[in-house]
């Protein structure tokens, strides 16, 4: 591996956005495959990155700067990356279900999700099954993220997903839920594809869904 | 004349200066960053009062000017009465210490299987009951079964706390359009909206959107709150890392500047409407995003939260019994005992969270009655003791002297009772005597006790025509819910 891309390994993991930025158009000047880079220098550091958070040893601010510079990098190669063909990002719709203003975990989730490479759509909050099912559609989305802090507004879950089994969607795209009152069983019980308890299971979990 | 008792223990962090510091930012924050309105009638109130009001945006900047004007208005002494009036609890700056529960748990742990399960309706009336015969504790807050419809599911909780308890009543609501149902209710109790201004029996904590944002829910609280006399406790709650910043004196300077800009919205609307300052500064895990509850970090700026509230004079409320525990066990009981004991030792008002885990998502009985037990703890350590010339008995030591004893002295025998604070839950014997009583641990004498008073302790009803004034209220309540 070349020293621009061991060092851009290094300089992602301390989230030094516009050395990333630089060292990706370097690298791309001297010729290395696009998806060399991608590969060996961006996906590779995230990879560190995530050990590293895993291990208790990074903090979440810390993994969020990472991905940030990660995504500079990113920037860079992605007009190259469409060219040669390269396949797409893939992508995630996530919000806060109805009635629901809790936001923090949604975001946290997005962000980390974000980090480990996929393509965020963020609806927000307060999102009902209707909006959930039109920007899946429109969105050709793979995966549906939902978040939901209080009891009230669990059911909102369950209507979203049987609204998109009514929208014939249900086949094409993967359905994760959280937040603190949201269980395994919950999930199970209104046929959702998964439940994680946190931000680092969400991306396992995400990422094993879209495999 | 001097007093014979000890000082009353104060825990102060924020020197003076720290203090200025944090007032002088929370202007800085208000006047030039300015907060964001989600009603229209709070920006209107705001305009009136002389705040810089985008309409279009939203956004209020506040200048100091009128902060100080507002917190002029607060009033500094008011009760948290009860239908009981033995019971009231009075606020006032650096006054006695009440205890009250945690705000709306929907989770609770089985007392016969320790599953942590949904709280059913038969569930919530044996909370009530166990938060009613608990003397430690002088204030219950609402609890919420999840058989209950969502939407009006407030409205239920308050017709049965009422019927569970003659002491004051702490609400949370879900909605904008079931709380004023809530507020007529307590007006029926009470015997109008005059009795109800004069003797609130029941109050509110309601919170905006850290940081800066007041939705609506918060905003209509605020205003509601002031026109029928209703103390609101505003509760901030920024999350250092997440929704705050990430140093402990950034996080306490912003929810400073965000219980100013509540008192600001609800004296433009009320002068006079009374507050008290909830500091609940929150903490993000920074390995898993969740937030932390029963942290020492969080309670320590708790504290300082108290000592800015005692800075403008208003009564203020702090979370006590606080964990992130998932289950009634060790943890629980030791976060429990250290936010408690802190709380105290602030000069609070009101020590919060008997009974909860995780933060207030769940509750447990057992807790509930350890908790009581602690807070027991915290008023005998609030309370301290007498330093005088018989207690201090030089003629008693001078009587039995060098070897001597003082098991059946005069002295003793006058001061045997009244020295001490005997707990009850506390195994205090011998290894025989505890094999002998079945090797219970502290939390099956806990869960004993909860039993013991759900199958003894008689809570003092409503009076039948009351009951059937408030039945009859909540079925067209409902009925102008489904509208
Ligand atoms: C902060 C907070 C607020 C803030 C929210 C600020 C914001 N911007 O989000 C404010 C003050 C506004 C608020 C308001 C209310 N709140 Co609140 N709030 C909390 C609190 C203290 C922390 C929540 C939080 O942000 N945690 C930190 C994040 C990072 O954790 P998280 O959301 O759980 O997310 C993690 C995982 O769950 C998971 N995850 C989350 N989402 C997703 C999604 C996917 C797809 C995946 C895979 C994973 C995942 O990953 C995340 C990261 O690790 C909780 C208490 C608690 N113990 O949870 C109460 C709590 C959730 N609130 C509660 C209540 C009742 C309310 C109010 C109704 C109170 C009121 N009467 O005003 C209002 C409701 C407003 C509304 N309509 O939504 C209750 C809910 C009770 C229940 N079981 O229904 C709780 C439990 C506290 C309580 N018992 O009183 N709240």
């Known amino acids: ?211 | 004349m001097a007093s014979n008792k000890t000082k009353r223990p104060m825990l102060k962090y924020l020197s003076d200066s720290h203090i200025e510091q944090i007032h002088e930012g929370s202007l800085d924050i208000l006047e030039n960053t300015g907060i964001k309105v989600e009603l229209e009638e709070g920006l209107e109130a705001l305009d009136k009062a002389g705040a810089k009001v985008d309409h279009q945006t939203g956004r209020a900047k506040i200048p100091s000017e009128l902060v100080a004007r507002s917190l002029e208005t607060l009033p500094r002494k008011f009760a948290y009465a009860a239908r009981n009036p033995q019971k009231d609890c009075l606020m006032e700056p650096g006054g006695q210490l009440y205890s009250r529960t945690a705000g709306s748990p929907d989770f609770i742990i089985d007392i016969d299987t320790d599953e942590w399960r949904a709280v059913t309706v038969a569930d919530v009336l044996e909370i009530y009951t166990v938060m009613d015969a608990c003397d430690g504790i002088s204030i219950l807050t609402a609890a919420f079964a999840q058989e209950w419809p969502k939407l009006g599911r407030d409205i239920l909780m308050l017709r049965e706390m009422f019927d569970h308890t003659d002491k004051h009543i702490h609400l949370r609501t879900d909605t904008v359009e079931t709380f004023p149902h809530m507020l007529e209710m307590a007006a029926i109790v009470a015997g109008g909206k005059e009795p109800l201004r004069e003797r609130p029996i029941v109050s509110l904590l309601e919170g905006h959107v850290s940081p800066l944002r007041y939705i609506d829910v918060m905003v209509n609280a605020l205003l509601l709150c002031g026109e029928y006399g209703i103390p609101l406790e505003v509760c901030c709650m920024p999350m250092a890392g997440s929704t705050g910043p990430v140093t402990m004196a950034g996080n306490l300077q912003l929810l400073n500047a965000e219980f100013l800009s509540g008192v600001v919205i609800s004296q433009s609307a009320h002068p006079g409407a009374p507050l008290v300052y909830a500091p609940r500064p929150m903490l993000m895990d920074l390995r898993t995003g969740f937030s932390l509850a029963g942290s020492i970090d969080g309670e320590m700026a708790a504290v300082a939260g108290v000592q800015m509230a005692h800075f403008y004079n208003v009564p203020v409320s702090v979370h006590g019994q606080w964990s992130d525990s998932v289950l009634d066990d060790g943890q629980s009981i030791l976060e429990h005992a250290y936010t408690a004991l802190m709380g105290a030792f602030s000069g609070a008002n009101i020590l919060v969270g008997a009974g909860s885990l995780q933060e207030t998502l769940s509750i447990s009985l057992a807790q509930l009655v350890m908790d009581d037990e602690i807070n027991k703890i915290c008023f005998r350590a609030l309370e301290g003791f007498a330093v005088d010339k018989e207690r201090l008995g030089v003629d008693a030591i001078a009587r039995v002297g060098p070897g001597g004893n003082f098991l059946a002295d005069p002295h003793t025998v006058q001061f045997v009772r009244g020295e001490r604070f005997t707990p009850e839950l506390f195994y205090r014997g011998s290894v025989e005597g505890w094999v002998e009583g079945g090797r219970k641990t502290f939390r099956e004498r806990a869960k004993d006790k909860a039993r013991t008073i759900l199958k003894e302790h008689k809570p003092n009803r409503l009076p039948e025509d009351i009951a059937k004034a408030l039945d009859e209220y909540v079925s067209y309540a409902f009925e102008s819910l489904e509208k």
């Open chain 1, 1 to 211: 591996m070349s020293n621009i891309l061991e060092k851009m390994q290094e300089d992602l993991y301390n989230g030094r956005a516009e050395e990333v930025e630089a060292a990706a158009q370097k690298a791309l000047d001297k010729g290395t495959p696009v998806q060399e880079i991608l590969n060996e220098g961006l996906i590779a550091g995230m990879d560190v990155v995530g050990r590293d958070f895993r291990a208790g040893d990074l903090f979440i601010p810390e993994v969020l700067i990472a991905a940030k510079a990660m995504h500079a990098g990113l920037e860079v190669l992605r007009p190259l990356l469409a060219e040669s063909g390269v396949p797409a990002q893939a992508k995630v719709v996530v919000g806060t279900v109805a009635g629901d203003l809790h936001d923090i975990g949604k975001n946290l989730v997005a962000m980390m999700l974000q980090g480990a490479g996929f393509e965020i759509v963020d609806l927000g909050t307060d999102v009902s099954p209707e909006k959930f099912v039109e920007t899946v559609r429109a969105e050709g989305a793979e995966l549906l993220g939902m978040s939901a802090l209080l009891t009230t507004t669990m059911p909102s879950m369950k209507s979203t997903v049987e609204a998109l089994t009514e929208a014939g969607l249900r086949d094409e795209v993967k359905v994760i839920i959280g937040g603190a009152p949201v269980t395994a069983s919950f999930a199970e019980q209104i046929g959702a594809d998964a439940y994680a308890a946190d931000a680092a299971a969400a991306v396992d979990t995400a990422r094993s869904l879209v495999a």
